[in-house]
């Protein structure tokens, strides 16, 4: 998967906004995630940037075949710090009274959970790197200490 810097680097840089973003970093941002496409940076059309846009479409082919993406817990090295559990994004919108800060959420089907001491994959159809909204949210995976949070990309 390219990272947003390898993407940006090829984008026009002027910052324009007619993409409707206000950098070309953010619109890198949301190339990446699917929520905008080439095409909505009219730039890129122009005949001196050809070279960059055909090698923005083969990375961005990547993207565009990634489908769900599986999330899996190497239970060696969780150490149970429930990390990803409060700062998951789903868990603070639907629980803020107790994910928010940091408390054990009440939600029935969390994405989520601790238990015996190692976080359990209970409800992955809640995990927003799912479904047709699909986003590459990563936020998990960044907040594990232990690097026990892995994504599988089905492609
Ligand atoms: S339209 Fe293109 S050049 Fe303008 S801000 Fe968006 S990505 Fe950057
Ligand atoms: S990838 Fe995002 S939505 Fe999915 S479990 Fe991790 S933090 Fe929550
Ligand atoms: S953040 Fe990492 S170590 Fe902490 S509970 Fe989650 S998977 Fe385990």
Do not use: Q, W
């Not at 009440?106 to 994405?111: L, N, Q, S, T, V």
């Not at 949210?137 to 089905?154: Q, Y």
């Amino acid at each position: 998967m390219p990272s947003p810097m390898e993407i940006y680097k090829l984008l026009p840089k002027t910052n324009c906004g007619r993409c409707g973003e206000k950098t070309c970093m953010s619109f890198a941002f949301k190339l990446l995630s699917g929520e905008k496409k080439l095409k909505d940076c009219e730039l890129l059309f122009d005949e001196k940037y050809s070279i960059n846009r055909k090698k923005l479409e083969e990375m961005l082919a990547v993207v565009e075949k990634a489908k769900e993406t599986g999330l899996v817990v190497n239970e060696d090295l969780c150490i149970g710090c429930a990390n990803c559990v409060v700062s998951c994004p789903v868990h603070v919108e639907k629980d803020p009274y107790n994910a928010a800060v940091g408390r054990g959420i009440e939600m029935e089907e969390p994405i989520l959970r601790i238990e015996d001491g190692v976080v359990k994959v209970i409800n992955i159809s809640l995990c927003r790197r799912y479904g047709k909204e699909r986003t590459l949210c990563v936020v998990c995976r960044e907040n594990c200490p232990t690097d026990a949070i892995a994504f599988v990309e089905e492609i």
